[in-house]
């Protein structure tokens, strides 16, 4: 059976530097960073007291009133994103059959923002009183859910819940369904929304968030020697992937291919990467079979990139034993330096970048690099500080996600 083509025709974005995919892609390339002081909960008393918030959010420039209170924050941001990207491909006035049309949703968390508010209503009162909404809020396929029902699309339609490997798997299952011929469209991405007292409090628990409280924006520095953990993110992104075929039927404007998926599994350790890059190594390879695509024709790599003190390691060395010496001649890095961690809705977010860099011939800067790490190899072009232009044909992404989930697409210029 000959595998159909699989390629992007539309995006959106809703991030902590831009609100829309055009603000997000102009942030990126000009380094600028999400990071700030907490809004959305009093963290005063916590050891984190920043994060990577969405700007000037108020759910009711895009719902009603009633509409609002049926979702959680990340069903909300997710909901955006997704309206944007199908705008952006024009599915909805090219009278598409909507039977064919899918959407696969990744979420790392779900709906805590809601659990913990009615988790806390309930402990504060004698009887137990609870939202009606309260389970459909919280749940993470619920996302995919609404847009299924404001569009109509009737197609395969689910959640892939994988850490911060979720969006990225929900693209790598898009792919494989629309390759088999089961859907002509899927509507997938991610979101999150765990900028929360339970989110930042639980993470802190595990010491895992940078504690830079005096300056949030150089807190993360993925690969510097000074970093000290991940900064907390939130928002969504959405990617319509297409059928090729398809999509030149329909006069579709298509943006990149999406030529290959790969998944592992580090199988080692509950949050702690393979100290090896085991794992890491493993789905850039399993990616890169997928699609076709010799280690000398890669021309970027948007990294996880976390700013941990063991997880850029492990992933750089990974990168550097996967393409050789030619891992020194091309452009790497960590957007998660400017929007911080979108955990579920990171993998989504990051392949827009990727799309980004062969779409406008520039990759964009890992930011906040002030001193070498003498662990991690110098020769690797990390892209520090300032965007670089060069021509991308072939961008991977990888993200990796507690419980040794680990995911990576490889997109192509058509």
């Given at each position: 059976?000959?595998?159909?083509?699989?390629?992007?025709?539309?995006?959106?974005?809703?991030?902590?530097?831009?609100?829309?995919?055009?603000?997000?892609?102009?942030?990126?390339?000009?380094?600028?960073?999400?990071?700030?002081?907490?809004?959305?909960?009093?963290?005063?008393?916590?050891?984190?007291?920043?994060?990577?918030?969405?700007?000037?959010?108020?759910?009711?420039?895009?719902?009603?009133?009633?509409?609002?209170k049926?979702?959680?924050?990340?069903?909300?941001?997710?909901?955006?994103?997704?309206?944007?990207?199908?705008?952006?491909?024009?599915?909805?006035?090219?009278?598409?059959?909507?039977?064919r049309?899918?959407?696969?949703?990744?979420?790392?968390?779900?709906?805590?923002?809601?659990?913990?508010?009615?988790?806390?209503?309930?402990?504060?009162?004698?009887?137990?009183?609870?939202?009606?909404?309260?389970?459909?809020?919280?749940?993470?396929?619920?996302?995919?859910?609404?847009?299924?029902?404001?569009?109509?699309?009737?197609?395969?339609?689910?959640?892939?819940?994988?850490?911060?490997?979720?969006?990225?798997?929900?693209?790598?299952?898009?792919?494989?369904?629309?390759q088999?011929?089961?859907?002509?469209?899927?509507?997938?991405?991610?979101?999150?929304?765990?900028?929360?007292?339970?989110?930042?409090?639980?993470?802190?628990?595990?010491?895992?968030l940078?504690?830079?409280?005096?300056?949030?924006?150089?807190?993360?520095?993925?690969?510097?020697?000074?970093?000290?953990?991940?900064?907390?993110?939130?928002?969504?992104?959405?990617?319509?992937?297409e059928?090729?075929?398809?999509?030149?039927?329909?006069?579709?404007?298509?943006?990149?291919?999406?030529?290959?998926?790969?998944?592992s599994?580090?199988?080692?350790?509950?949050?702690?990467?393979?100290?090896?890059?085991?794992?890491?190594?493993?789905?850039?390879?399993?990616?890169?079979?997928?699609?076709?695509?010799?280690?000398?024709?890669?021309?970027?790599?948007?990294?996880?990139?976390?700013?941990?003190?063991?997880?850029?390691?492990?992933?750089?060395?990974?990168?550097?034993?996967?393409?050789?010496?030619?891992?020194?001649?091309?452009?790497?890095?960590?957007?998660?330096?400017?929007?911080?961690?979108?955990?579920?809705?990171?993998?989504?977010?990051?392949?827009?970048?990727?799309?980004?860099?062969?779409?406008?011939?520039?990759?964009?800067?890992?930011?906040?690099?002030?001193?070498?790490?003498?662990?991690?190899?110098?020769?690797?072009?990390?892209?520090?500080?300032?965007a670089?232009?060069?021509?991308?044909?072939?961008?991977?992404?990888?993200?990796?996600?507690?419980?040794?989930h680990?995911?990576c697409?490889?997109?192509?210029?058509?």
């Amino acid at each position: 059976m000959e595998l159909k083509r699989v390629v992007v025709t539309g995006f959106g974005a809703l991030t902590p530097i831009g609100n829309n995919a055009k603000e997000y892609w102009e942030n990126l390339v000009k380094g600028v960073s999400g990071a700030a002081p907490i809004t959305l909960f009093d963290a005063t008393n916590f050891k984190t007291k920043f994060a990577c918030e969405i700007k000037n959010w108020d759910p009711l420039n895009h719902f009603d009133k009633k509409e609002a209170k049926k979702m959680d924050r990340n069903t909300q941001y997710g909901m955006v994103a997704a309206r944007e990207a199908v705008a952006h491909s024009r599915i909805m006035e090219d009278n598409v059959d909507k039977n064919r049309v899918g959407v696969i949703w990744g979420s790392g968390i779900g709906g805590l923002e809601t659990f913990e508010h009615e988790v806390l209503g309930w402990a504060n009162t004698e009887i137990p009183r609870f939202n009606p909404f309260f389970i459909p809020k919280m749940i993470a396929d619920i996302t995919p859910g609404h847009i299924s029902i404001e569009y109509g699309f009737h197609g395969p339609n689910y959640t892939t819940v994988s850490a911060c490997a979720s969006s990225a798997n929900a693209l790598i299952d898009s792919k494989m369904l629309i390759q088999l011929g089961k859907a002509d469209v899927i509507v997938c991405g991610g979101s999150e929304a765990a900028v929360t007292a339970s989110g930042v409090g639980g993470f802190n628990a595990m010491m895992a968030l940078s504690t830079r409280n005096d300056d949030p924006t150089t807190a993360s520095r993925p690969f510097d020697k000074d970093r000290d953990g991940f900064v907390l993110g939130e928002g969504a992104g959405c990617i319509v992937l297409e059928e090729y075929e398809h999509a030149m039927k329909r006069g579709a404007t298509i943006y990149a291919e999406l030529k290959g998926g790969g998944m592992s599994a580090d199988a080692y350790h509950m949050t702690a990467p393979h100290p090896e890059g085991l794992g890491a190594h493993m789905v850039m390879k399993n990616c890169l079979e997928d699609a076709g695509i010799s280690a000398d024709e890669v021309d970027h790599i948007n990294m996880h990139g976390t700013s941990t003190p063991l997880g850029d390691i492990a992933e750089s060395n990974a990168i550097s034993k996967l393409l050789g010496d030619h891992a020194y001649d091309i452009q790497i890095n960590s957007t998660k330096s400017m929007t911080g961690h979108l955990l579920g809705a990171a993998g989504v977010i990051e392949a827009i970048a990727a799309v980004g860099t062969i779409m406008h011939g520039i990759v964009p800067p890992t930011i906040n690099h002030f001193t070498d790490d003498q662990n991690i190899d110098s020769r690797l072009d990390f892209t520090f500080n300032t965007a670089v232009k060069k021509e991308v044909n072939v961008a991977m992404s990888n993200t990796f996600g507690f419980g040794g989930h680990n995911a990576c697409v490889l997109f192509k210029k058509l």
